[in-house]
C-alpha cells in the first residue's frame, strides 16, 4: 500500500510497515510549491473507492412542532452532511464523495482533493515507555513535517482506564508545510502505561491553513464519530480509549441555530457526546444513518430532509 497522497495525508499504512506503530501521519495543505505524490493505491475489499461527487445540501428530518423561524439568512459556515458507514473494524462518518483506508491499527478519512482529513489510530501491548507528547512528536516526524510549530499545547485530564489504570491525555494544536503545503492540524494522544509496556491511541484532523477556521467546525465531528465496532479482530482494542478532541465553539452558529429557532433541547441535544452540532437521523427509506448539521434542520417542516431524496422526512434512529 502507498504511502502520503497529494497532501501528505495519508501515512498511516507506511507508519505501520516501517516504525510499527499503526499510529496515522501527514495532514494536508493549500499548495504553493514543489511536487505532489500519488494518492493511496486502494482500500480494503468493501469499502469507499472513486469519489461520487461533491457533498449534498443538507436536509431536515424529524419530531417536533415547526418553531418560529427567525432567519432565513445563509448559515455562517456550510457544513456537509455526514453519512454513517461501517468498516471491517470500525465506524465513522463522513462526507458523500470521501475516501477512506482502514487498517486493524485504525482508519483514515479524506476527501478527494486531499486537503481535508481525520483518523484515529491504535498501537497495543507495546514494549517500553512513552506520554502522549512524545506519541505526538514521533508520529509527525514519521509522517515527514520537519517544521512543526505549536500554536497551543495542552495536557487533558486524566481518562479511567481498563484495570484502573488511567489514560494520560495531551492535545496539539500545530502549523506545518509538508511539501509546500500550507496546513494546520490538531492531534490528541492518549497513553496508558503498564510495567513494561503500554497502549496507545491517536486521533486527529487537519486541512489546509487557510479553510482552518470553517472546515474546524466539521472535522471534528468526523474524528469524534469513530468507534471500534470489531474488538476480537483487533487484539485487545476493546481495551483502548479513542481519544476525542476538544468540542467546537463557534458562537456565531450557535446564535444562527437560535435565530432559525431550533429549540434550546435540540441545540443541547445536538453537541452531546462530541457531535459538534450535528444531530443522527435515519432515513424510513433506505435505513441510512445520517449526522445532519444543525443549520440544516428545516423549521417550516419541523424536521430534516434526507439529502438524497428531498422529499423524505428523516427520523430519529429507532423510530
Not at 469519489?51 to 432567519?71: K, M, W, Y
Not at 458523500?96 to 483514515?108: K, L, M, P, S, Y
Request: glycine share 12%.
Amino acid at each position: 500500500m502507498s504511502g502520503a497522497a497529494g497532501v501528505g495525508l495519508l501515512r498511516s499504512a507506511a507508519i505501520v510497515a516501517a516504525a510499527a506503530w499503526g499510529i496515522l501521519g501527514a495532514a494536508c495543505g493549500d499548495r504553493d510549491a514543489g511536487p505532489s505524490t500519488p494518492p493511496p493505491s486502494g482500500a480494503p475489499s468493501g469499502t469507499a473507492g472513486t469519489p461520487s461527487g461533491g457533498v449534498p445540501a443538507g436536509g431536515g428530518g424529524g419530531g417536533e412542532t415547526a418553531p418560529r423561524v427567525r432567519t432565513s439568512a445563509p448559515p455562517p459556515v456550510v457544513r456537509p452532511t455526514l453519512v454513517r458507514k461501517q468498516g471491517q473494524y470500525f465506524a465513522w462518518s463522513m462526507p458523500a464523495g470521501w475516501q477512506f483506508n482502514e487498517t486493524a491499527n485504525g482508519v483514515d478519512i479524506y476527501a478527494p482533493d486531499q486537503k481535508s482529513g481525520a483518523g484515529v489510530a491504535v498501537v497495543f501491548n507495546y514494549p517500553g515507555s512513552t506520554t502522549p507528547e512524545q506519541i505526538i512528536d514521533q508520529v509527525t516526524e514519521l509522517a515527514g513535517i520537519r517544521d512543526p510549530r505549536t500554536v497551543n499545547e495542552q495536557r487533558l485530564p486524566d481518562v479511567p482506564g481498563y484495570g484502573g489504570i488511567p489514560w494520560t491525555v495531551a492535545e496539539r494544536d500545530f502549523r506545518y508545510t509538508y511539501d509546500g503545503l500550507k496546513a494546520r492540524r490538531k492531534a490528541t494522544a492518549a497513553v496508558q502505561s503498564y510495567g513494561n509496556g503500554f497502549h496507545a491511541a491517536m486521533s486527529y484532523y487537519a486541512c489546509d491553513a487557510a479553510g482552518w477556521k470553517d472546515k474546524s467546525t466539521w472535522l471534528v465531528a468526523i474524528v469524534n464519530s469513530i468507534v471500534v465496532t470489531n474488538p476480537r479482530q483487533l487484539a485487545g482494542l476493546d481495551k483502548v480509549t479513542l481519544p476525542k478532541n476538544n468540542p467546537m465553539d463557534h458562537s456565531a452558529l450557535s446564535s444562527y441555530w437560535r435565530d432559525k429557532g431550533l429549540s434550546e433541547d435540540r441545540i443541547f441535544q445536538g453537541q452531546r457526546e462530541g457531535m459538534m452540532g450535528y444531530e443522527e437521523m435515519k432515513s424510513r427509506d433506505t435505513g441510512t444513518l445520517y449526522q445532519m448539521p444543525l443549520e440544516t434542520y428545516d423549521a417550516t417542516r419541523g424536521g430534516y430532509r434526507n439529502p438524497d431524496n428531498p422529499a423524505e422526512m428523516l427520523v430519529k434512529p429507532g423510530e
